[in-house]
């Protein structure tokens, strides 16, 4: 996946994923006042926006105060468009606030054989130049040039390079694709969902995700999965990359 150095659902189930995402959409016709009633029932319910389409203030860049790179907003997304000229790979996106056991859901699409990633348990130091370096990640990427392509590690949904899915549940490049994601570290138990369908669960702790890692390419990585409490993060991996409705519930 990478060359570069070091190198809601609401509480009802999955089965209201879809419709919990589109909920936070603002319809054709919907006033301003039924838009904000439908943010304040999704709180009411712990769901919190991440990104709403508005703003960028839950966000900043990795080991930045501010946001740096070619992130903008654009039709209430959240786009990355890579110059040629910038540094790619280090405009990564993380959030202020840091979380533990957390569920996540978005929307997101992807530019053809494009490449891209959701991280969680981002541990952030000077010594570690990317998130990549130490924290999970949620596969989001395109491989339409390679009809045979059949890597579960590195298929979207997968938590890269450790374990995948059993079958590809991704759209097309262009088009939008649902993701969500479950990280209870008190229960041990991670889960991704892609467009409805649940790919795999997976420990996310203690001896059992210990045993994953060792089995994959992070297994001497010094401060790889090091934290249970750190940030979210969007990748910047020089591909244009799309986010939408971006919220987060916590976990007691």
């Known amino acids: 996946m990478r060359n570069y150095m070091y190198s809601i659902i609401c509480s009802l189930g999955i ?6 995402e589109k909920s936070v959409e603002k319809n054709p016709g919907e006033t301003d006042k039924e838009s904000k009633e439908q943010k304040s029932q999704e709180l009411e319910d712990g769901w919190v926006y991440l990104f709403d389409g ?10 930045k105060d501010t946001i740096t790179g070619e992130w903008e ?18 405009n990564n996106l993380i959030t202020r606030k840091k979380y533990k056991s957390f569920e996540l859901a978005l929307d997101w699409k992807i530019e ?13 130091d000077e010594k570690y130049v990317v998130p990549y370096m130490t924290a ?27 374990v995948g899915p059993e079958r590809d549940a991704a759209r097309p ?15 041990n138990l991670g889960r991704v969902v892609m467009n409805g369908v649940e790919l795999f669960s997976y420990p996310v702790r203690g ?9 994959s390419k992070f297994k001497d ?16 991996h020089a591909h244009e990359v799309w986010f939408r409705n971006i919220r987060v519930k916590e976990l007691k």
């Open 15 to 20: 089965i209201m994923t879809a419709s919990c």
């Open 54 to 63: 508005t703003n960028l203030d839950a966000w900043r860049t990795y080991m």
């Open 73 to 90: 907003i654009s039709d209430r997304a959240l786009v990355y468009r890579p110059h040629p000229d910038s540094a790619h790979g280090m």
């Open 112 to 124: 053809k054989d494009g490449n891209s990633g959701v991280f969680y348990g981002i541990l952030e």
């Open 136 to 162: 999970p990640e949620v596969q989001l990427r395109d491989y339409s040039s390679d009809p045979n392509f059949d890597d579960k590690l590195q298929m979207s949904g997968a938590i890269f390079g450790i």
């Open 173 to 187: 490049a262009g088009e939008w694709n649902e993701l969500f994601v479950s990280i209870d570290r008190t229960k």
């Open 207 to 215: 001896k059992e995700w210990q045993k994953l890692v060792e089995a």
């Open 221 to 236: 990585w010094e401060g790889f999965s090091a934290t249970e409490v750190g940030h979210i993060g969007l990748q910047d």
